[in-house]
């Protein structure tokens, strides 16, 4: 699975799936970066989406800190929407 979910790209192999990351290397090519763990689940993957954002923090103070949990929040509502939408448009293919 290969779900192209805008900043984002959920991947997986026959056990696990795993999030990257898409960003610009210095001489401006497009690249990717594992951003997750490896887990078993959908579930498991945006919790560990989730949690290594905030673990990865380098807030200062509880303002900084509630500022990167409301952005860690959007980014995993933006994933979880986009994927959605993707998975929705292979099952409606998939059905014809």
Same mark, same amino acid.
């Given at each position: 699975?290969?779900?192209?979910?805008?900043?984002?790209?959920?991947?997986?192999?026959? #056990?696990?799936?795993?999030?990257? +990351?898409?960003? !610009?290397?210095?001489?401006? *090519?497009? /690249?990717?970066?594992?951003?997750?763990?490896?887990?078993?689940?959908?579930?498991?993957?945006l919790?560990?989406?989730?949690?290594?954002? #905030?673990?990865?923090?380098d807030? +200062?103070?509880? !303002?900084?800190?509630?500022? *990167?949990? /409301?952005?860690?929040?959007?980014?995993?509502?933006?994933l979880?929407?986009?994927?959605?939408?993707?998975?929705?448009?292979?099952?409606?293919?998939?059905?014809?």
């Amino acid at each position: 699975m290969n779900i192209d979910c805008g900043r984002y790209i959920i991947k997986s192999d026959p #056990l696990n799936l795993w999030v990257e +990351e898409k960003y !610009k290397t210095k001489k401006g *090519d497009e /690249a990717t970066k594992v951003v997750t763990g490896y887990a078993p689940t959908f579930e498991l993957l945006l919790q560990n989406f989730v949690k290594r954002r #905030l673990r990865s923090s380098d807030a +200062e103070t509880v !303002k900084g800190f509630l500022s *990167d949990l /409301a952005q860690a929040e959007r980014d995993l509502l933006d994933l979880t929407q986009k994927a959605g939408t993707k998975l929705d448009e292979r099952t409606v293919r998939a059905d014809d």
